[in-house]
């Protein structure tokens, strides 16, 4: 039998016969009747934990769904609901690993992003919904200067942030930008692919982890032998894909990738602290060289609902670079203030302009800042 990569599909195929157990068939279904209220309550995630009720997290708050839809799950819940609807090599992944992403579509509720795992033993799974169109970078609220890192020439652009807080929506509705403005020629390098990107002024090929190449550093090998105008690196787990964004960077391609950090100072060390300590300093010497820019984001509850980003950009100069190949990071921040004139901004500075125009409470701002008197000085 094919493997579906449809959730209905899969459901009618199984049931037509398929070797599962009427258990598995039903929790399969049960899967369908979640993200129904994932789509319903315009959730971004559906949670589903061992010894809780399915979740949705609805602006940035975990609710869970009535008893209508279950009470607690089991292990043997989630597994029977999620192992079906993940791809074939994402199955795999998991029955092997224990661990595993994937992403899948639905032809009415559109697609989702799977990641299965294991907690204390037992299975649990969070499942994304994915925005059937790309956004315009102008209806994510970031600050204009954040736009111009796509009319960069060449270098290294690190997206850092927590889980969660849009650095891939970011990235997305930079590509998409250049989409409808230049013809250029875009990789981008993912696992899973999250927003299809349809081609419109420029050629945009979007490689899949697992799909269409084994692994990152692989893809990211075959991408450079392409000579595309920019790479987009969804995120970069493993010290030898590291190397290879940042030479791709020094050696004059635009490569833009993500970190799983919290500001621009850890975004950088992430990636010198990947390596044994033996290479640390080389690696800091060609990150100096291969720097173009940093931006780091949260998102931050939204007066009157919703969520709204708070940034930080720091554009690499000489000071920037000096400090790097030192490893001097806590200057960072000072690096920022110099090259104001240039695009960079503090956090500090985002979260004034969102208080001062009444998005985001003072309150809730103080608590994400990281330089609090900073904040306050400014807020006045």
Same mark, same amino acid.
């Given at each position: 039998?094919?493997?579906?990569?449809?959730?209905?599909?899969?459901?009618?195929?199984?049931?037509?016969?398929?070797?599962?157990?009427?258990?598995?068939?039903?929790?399969?279904?049960?899967?369908?009747?979640?993200?129904?209220?994932?789509?319903?309550?315009?959730? %971004?995630?559906?949670?589903?934990?061992? @010894?809780?009720?399915?979740?949705?997290?609805?602006?940035?708050?975990?609710?869970?769904?009535?008893?209508?839809? @279950?009470?607690?799950?089991?292990?043997?819940?989630?597994?029977?609901?999620?192992?079906?609807?993940?791809?074939?090599?994402?199955?795999?992944?998991?029955?092997?690993?224990?661990?595993?992403?994937?992403?899948?579509?639905?032809?009415?509720? @559109?697609?989702?992003?799977?990641?299965?795992?294991?907690?204390?033993?037992?299975?649990?799974?969070?499942?994304?919904?994915?925005?059937?169109?790309?956004?315009?970078?102008?209806?994510?609220?970031?600050?204009?200067?954040?736009?111009?890192?796509?009319?960069?020439?060449?270098?290294?652009?690190?997206? @850092?942030?927590?889980?969660?807080?849009?650095?891939?929506?970011?990235?997305?509705?930079?590509?998409?930008?250049?989409?409808?403005?230049?013809?250029?020629?875009?990789?981008?390098?993912?696992?899973?692919?999250?927003?299809?990107?349809?081609?419109?002024?420029?050629?945009?090929?979007?490689?899949?982890?697992?799909?269409?190449?084994?692994?990152?550093?692989?893809?990211?090998?075959?991408?450079?032998?392409?000579?595309?105008?920019?790479?987009?690196?969804?995120?970069?787990?493993?010290?030898?894909?590291?190397?290879?964004?940042?030479?791709?960077?020094?050696?004059?391609?635009?490569?833009?990738?993500?970190?799983?950090?919290?500001?621009?100072?850890?975004?950088?060390?992430?990636?010198?602290?990947?390596?044994?300590?033996?290479?640390?300093?080389?690696?800091?010497?060609?990150?100096?060289?291969?720097?173009?820019?940093?931006?780091?984001?949260?998102?931050?509850?939204? $007066?009157?609902?919703?969520?709204?980003?708070?940034?930080?950009?720091?554009?690499?100069?000489?000071?920037?670079?000096?400090?790097?190949?030192?490893?001097?990071?806590?200057?960072?921040?000072?690096? $920022?203030?110099?090259?104001?004139?240039?695009?960079?901004?503090?956090?500090?500075? %985002?979260?004034?302009?969102?208080?001062?125009?009444?998005?985001?409470?003072?309150?809730?701002?103080?608590?994400?800042?990281?330089?609090?008197?900073?904040?306050?000085?400014?807020?006045?």
């Amino acid at each position: 039998m094919t493997e579906p990569d449809d959730l209905d599909t899969l459901v009618t195929e199984l049931n037509a016969g398929a070797p599962r157990s009427r258990r598995s068939d039903d929790q399969t279904a049960r899967l369908r009747s979640w993200l129904e209220q994932v789509v319903e309550q315009s959730a %971004s995630d559906l949670l589903l934990v061992a @010894g809780a009720p399915p979740s949705l997290r609805i602006d940035g708050h975990v609710v869970p769904l009535d008893a209508a839809f @279950g009470g607690p799950l089991c292990s043997e819940d989630i597994d029977d609901a999620v192992t079906p609807a993940l791809p074939p090599h994402a199955r795999r992944l998991y029955q092997g690993a224990g661990i595993a992403d994937g992403s899948f579509r639905t032809p009415d509720l @559109g697609r989702f992003r799977i990641n299965l795992h294991h907690e204390r033993g037992r299975a649990a799974a969070a499942i994304r919904r994915l925005p059937p169109v790309v956004p315009r970078f102008a209806t994510l609220n970031l600050p204009p200067t954040v736009e111009a890192l796509i009319r960069l020439p060449r270098g290294l652009v690190l997206v @850092g942030g927590p889980t969660g807080s849009g650095k891939t929506t970011t990235l997305a509705a930079l590509v998409n930008e250049v989409n409808h403005r230049d013809a250029r020629h875009i990789i981008t390098i993912e696992d899973p692919i999250e927003y299809e990107h349809p081609h419109r002024k420029s050629v945009i090929e979007q490689i899949e982890v697992g799909v269409d190449a084994p692994d990152f550093p692989t893809a990211l090998r075959a991408a450079l032998r392409q000579a595309p105008d920019i790479i987009v690196v969804g995120e970069m787990r493993d010290p030898e894909t590291m190397q290879i964004a940042v030479a791709a960077g020094e050696t004059g391609h635009l490569v833009f990738s993500s970190l799983n950090t919290s500001d621009v100072s850890t975004t950088v060390a992430r990636i010198a602290d990947s390596f044994p300590l033996e290479r640390q300093n080389t690696v800091r010497q060609e990150l100096a060289m291969a720097l173009a820019a940093v931006l780091t984001q949260t998102l931050m509850p939204k $007066i009157g609902g919703g969520l709204i980003p708070a940034a930080e950009l720091l554009m690499v100069g000489y000071g920037a670079r000096q400090q790097v190949r030192k490893n001097a990071l806590h200057h960072l921040h000072q690096e $920022i203030t110099i090259t104001r004139k240039q695009g960079s901004f503090t956090l500090e500075e %985002s979260l004034t302009e969102l208080v001062k125009q009444g998005l985001v409470d003072r309150k809730d701002a103080m608590t994400r800042a990281g330089h609090p008197e900073e904040l306050e000085r400014l807020l006045g």
